[in-house]
């Protein structure tokens, strides 16, 4: 199975991938533990399982006003206040189908079986998953533009069947 | 020439910002389509068929590969032009999509360039 760190290098690149290309917004790591953002207010978590020769989930922990910028910037859109938070969600639901979707192209020649379900998002306070036991996570904390903190997460295991 | 586009994705958020990024590749289009999913793409096909499709993959009710078998048998859709834009990127499934009669493939993300190349020749 892929090892965790180069797991987390894996998240990172495809992160870059998508917020270089298509939100035009910085992404840069920030340490090893997330960021308290519960004084930030609300948070939206946007997550997509997989299964196949690995399987798991990758989530996306991000304020709701980090999730508006980004969801501006897919837009072109100069602010995202003007968006319901319908359509925030949904960006950032496509942001974690995008990364997942990279990271599954950056390892297929390991797992070439891999099935990807459609992104559910939530919104809420101080939100974090919670896999069931044995799942090795790996876990990448960046900032958006030095000023929004985003942490992905991926907890994944080898497939028993 | 005039030309009619139809974007199909499950996410509304998604369909806007491939119209954007179409906008940006300076592709113009004389009318434009959307629809949720595959069988809501079908439906409207049958009332007022178009020359391009952007098909997502994943979607639910009637998915990518299932909307490009359907479409090419169906007379309306027959000789439109359908390019399938996804994170999907397996060889096997790609192939499995051409073969059924999907036109093109633009992985996400992608970028205004990408579309100008996938589409210019299919503007004529």
Redesign the interface.
């Known amino acids: 199975m892929l090892e965790q760190m180069t797991m987390e290098q894996t998240i990172l690149d495809a992160a870059r991938?998508?917020f270089e290309?298509?939100i035009f917004m910085d992404i840069e790591p920030a340490g090893s533990e997330p960021q308290d953002t519960s004084s930030e207010g609300a948070a939206l978590m946007g997550s997509i399982t997989f299964r196949g020769g690995l399987e798991g989930c990758l989530t996306i922990c991000l304020s709701e006003a980090c999730a508006r910028s980004i969801?501006a910037n897919?837009?072109?859109m100069d602010s995202g206040d003007q968006l319901s938070l319908s359509?925030v969600g949904?960006?950032v639901?496509?942001v974690a189908?995008?990364t997942?979707?990279?990271i599954?192209?950056r390892i297929?020649n390991t797992y070439?079986d891999l099935q990807?379900?459609?992104p559910t998002v939530v919104s809420g306070r101080q939100l974090f998953p919670m896999p069931g036991e044995d799942f090795t996570r790996g876990q990448v904390c960046t900032t958006l533009d030095e000023i929004f903190p985003v942490t992905f997460s991926m907890y994944y295991k080898q497939s028993q069947s | 020439m005039s030309k009619s586009l139809m974007i199909v994705d499950?996410?509304?958020?998604?369909r806007?910002?491939i119209m954007?990024t179409v906008r940006m590749s300076g592709l113009e289009f004389d009318r434009t389509e959307e629809a949720g999913n595959g069988a809501e793409a079908l439906e409207k096909l049958k009332t007022s068929a178009v020359d391009i499709v952007l098909c997502d993959i994943?979607?639910?009710e009637m998915n990518g590969v299932e909307f490009v078998k359907q479409a090419r048998q169906m007379d309306c859709s027959k000789n439109t032009k359908i390019i399938m834009v996804?994170?999907?990127?397996?060889q096997d499934l790609i192939d499995n999509l051409m073969s059924s009669g999907a036109n093109g493939y633009i992985?996400?993300?992608?970028?205004p360039e990408r579309f100008q190349e996938k589409l210019t020749p299919f503007m004529n």
Request: glycine letters at 8%; aromatic letters at 2%; charged letters at 20%.
């Open positions: 991938e998508v290309t298509m969801a897919m837009l072109g359509e949904d960006a639901g496509e189908n995008m997942m979707g990279s599954k192209h297929q070439t990807v379900s459609i | 499950d996410s509304a958020t998604m806007k910002i954007k994943n979607m639910p996804s994170t999907e990127s397996g992985t996400k993300p992608f970028t």
